[in-house]
Each structure stands twice: as C-alpha cells, then as structure tokens.
C-alpha cells in the first residue's frame, strides 16, 4: 500500500525478451537470485552465460556470486563512471 515495490528482472539481449523477474517490497540478493533462478528455469542456459548487471549491493553480494558462481554464469559489471 505505501512504500515501494521492487521488480528484477532478467533481460536476453538477443531476443529483448524478459525472460525472468522477481517482485518485492525490498531490494534484496533473495530478490535478484530469484528473478534469475526464473530466468535459468525457463531458458535452461549452457554453461558460460555472461550476466551483466550494474553495482548495486544486492548483485555484488556474496549470497549472489556464490549462486552465479554455483551456475557457471560468467558476471560482467557496469563500470563506475567518472
């Protein structure tokens, strides 16, 4: 009702489809782990995907490394501008 509400969200870039997302009232690593194990359950990807993501906390935590890590998703970040 107040406050807000957070959406993750896996994006393919080949297609430019969403093909995983979470939704919650806190942005959290349980927030973004979820929204790629939807995204991993219904894409099955090889091993040696490239997530990219930018370097907010909740993809830089180890909770989500660890899970990536456990996916033999490569991670890729944004780099801090200027």
Not at 6 to 11: D, F, T
Not at 38 to 49: D, E, V, Y
Not at 59 to 70: A, L
Request: hydrophobic letters at 30%; one cysteine or more; a positive charge.
């Amino acid at each position: 009702r107040d406050g807000w509400c957070y959406l993750a969200s896996v994006l393919d870039l080949h297609s430019k489809k969403i093909v995983g997302y979470s939704f919650s009232r806190s942005m959290t690593s349980d927030l973004v782990i979820e929204a790629l194990q939807n995204a991993c359950f219904s894409q099955k990807p090889r091993k040696g995907l490239i997530l990219h993501t930018d370097l907010g906390s909740q993809y830089t935590s180890s909770e989500f490394t660890q899970h990536v890590q456990k996916q033999g998703i490569k991670q890729s970040f944004s780099q801090k501008g200027c």
